[in-house]
């Protein structure tokens, strides 16, 4: 069974810059995954940030950004504030009607 | 506004049944694909199922294959998920999520099932 790769935990300065990845456990990840991104704070619904690999969603401020880097999925916050402080999801869509979620990134801005 | 309003979470047995619904308004609810997600306690997000906007195609994680069926009914507006054979695995918040650009654009705010003896 595929797994979605996430880093368990992130650390960035604030006003600083971080990229967040989301690969697979066998293979690599493209554009074909459909790869997208959200922002869950505790209690929270997940906030939708980036869809289709890089296009922001309807809100989203453009210090969040989406790519592929090498055979992974990355988010990239410029500019990180303290509300930046979340836990961030990538799913990737494997076909056949099947979207499998990464573990999530816990990421502190200290 | 566009929103998404889960109910019918709740405590039920290990083996008991629950049928959960997500209200839709502020969008044509009948051509969007939709979806529910789960989060256990302290866990991360679970794909859990899909039913597309004229409930043709429908799929499953392979987690609840065949003890969870997706609905709708575009006239009402309204997202169903029909839970059999509860596990203490399946305890989690449940939302359901709009489908865009196969990615989930809009989520509901949640509805917590507890299976629990």
């Known amino acids: 069974q595929t797994v979605v790769t996430q880093e368990p935990s992130f650390s960035v300065s604030p006003g600083g810059t971080v990229t967040l990845t989301c690969g697979l456990s066998?293979?690599?990840?493209?554009?074909?995954?459909?790869p997208s991104w959200y922002q869950q704070t505790p209690g929270q619904a997940p906030r939708t940030l980036i869809y289709s690999t890089n296009t922001r969603s309807s809100g989203v401020p453009d210090r969040f950004s989406g790519s592929i880097l090498g055979n992974k999925a990355a988010l990239t916050i410029t500019g990180a504030q303290a509300d930046d402080e979340s836990d961030y999801y990538c799913?990737?869509?494997?076909?056949?009607?099947?979207?499998?979620f990464g573990g999530g990134t816990k990421l502190t801005v200290l | 506004e566009v929103q998404l309003v889960e109910s019918g979470g709740g405590l039920v047995q290990p083996g008991g049944s629950l049928k959960l619904s997500c209200t839709a308004s502020?969008?044509?609810?009948?051509?969007?694909?939709m979806n529910w997600v789960r989060q256990a306690p302290g866990k991360g997000l679970e794909w859990v199922s899909f039913?597309?906007?004229?409930?043709?195609?429908?799929y499953y994680a392979d987690s609840v294959k065949g003890r969870f069926t997706i609905s709708r009914d575009n006239a009402k507006k309204l997202l169903y998920l029909q839970m059999n054979g509860l596990r203490d695995e399946d305890t989690a918040v449940y939302y359901c999520a709009r489908m865009y650009s196969k990615a989930f654009d809009i989520w509901g705010q949640g509805t917590l099932v507890t299976v629990s003896s």
């Open positions: 502020g969008f044509n609810f009948s051509t969007y694909n």
């Open positions: 039913v597309s906007s004229s409930s043709g195609a429908r």
């Open positions: 066998s293979g690599s990840v493209s554009t074909t995954y459909y």
């Open positions: 799913v990737l869509y494997m076909g056949s009607g099947i979207w499998v």
